[in-house]
């Protein structure tokens, strides 16, 4: 089971673009590498998803070094409503098997 | 289409009672996971189930827990004989599939889970 390590917490401000980084020094052959939100009292929610380079949808960037053995979720200009817990979960295509860990809390402040 | 259901939103149950937690999936997804979130803590895998089978429960603690979805209906976590332990939030997951070809997808949708309370 591929485990990942994170920040525990980040503060952030209004308008600033947010990096946060997960490592996951033993990611298999066959895992890819995905991130959810969490707000308070809410299930977690889909953000983005991929396997190597870079990725970008329409409210993230995800970025992964050849090795793969980290990624680093962008959120470019950040907003009150981005403070959430953010997990990064490395796994195949078995979703059971993934490994959510504490996240990191991001707080944006005004 | 509606997303994953989850009811009740809360529940408080008293030490040794039962507690029944259900799961609508979203429309058309075969695949059902039940997670556990204490205070401040990440997401624990309890159960993996597909319709009318049990595919991979894991992380069930081995008594007083066991999991189900029947062929019609939503699925059910049940909790007997509940002690205080036990308090915490439960989400319920639901994807389409669980294994593809080339264009793999692990995306799974949650619910609003039940937060359960054991006084």
């Known amino acids: 089971l591929a485990k990942t390590t994170q920040p525990i917490s980040m503060d952030s401000y209004e308008g600033q673009e947010v990096n946060i980084t997960c490592s996951h020094n033993?990611?298999?052959?066959?895992?890819?590498i995905t991130w959810y939100q969490q707000f308070p009292s809410q299930g977690p929610r889909f953000i983005i998803q991929g396997y190597k380079t870079k990725v970008t949808n329409e409210v993230a960037s995800l970025f992964i070094p050849a090795d793969r053995k980290s990624s680093t979720l962008s959120l470019p200009r950040v907003s009150l409503s981005d403070t959430a817990v953010y997990y990064c979960l490395v796994g195949d295509d078995n979703f059971n098997k993934f490994y959510f860990g504490s996240g990191t809390k991001l707080n944006v402040k005004p | 289409n509606a997303g994953v259901m989850q009811n009740p939103r809360h529940l408080v149950r008293r030490r040794g009672q039962e507690a029944r937690l259900r799961c609508s999936p979203m429309k058309g997804h075969s695949h059902v996971y039940w997670y556990r979130q204490l205070p401040e803590e990440g997401l624990k895998f309890m159960v993996y189930l597909q319709k009318e089978n049990i595919i991979d429960e894991s992380g069930m603690p081995k008594e007083r827990f066991s999991a189900e979805f029947p062929k019609e209906g939503p699925s059910i976590l049940r909790i007997q004989q509940v002690v205080r332990g036990d308090s915490a939030a439960y989400f319920c997951?639901?994807?389409?599939?669980?294994?593809?070809?080339?264009?793999?997808?692990?995306?799974?949708?949650f619910g609003q889970g039940t937060r359960l309370t054991v006084v």
């Open positions: 997951a639901s994807s389409p599939r669980d294994r593809f070809g080339a264009t793999r997808n692990t995306e799974a949708f």
């Open positions: 033993n990611i298999a052959t066959n895992d890819y």
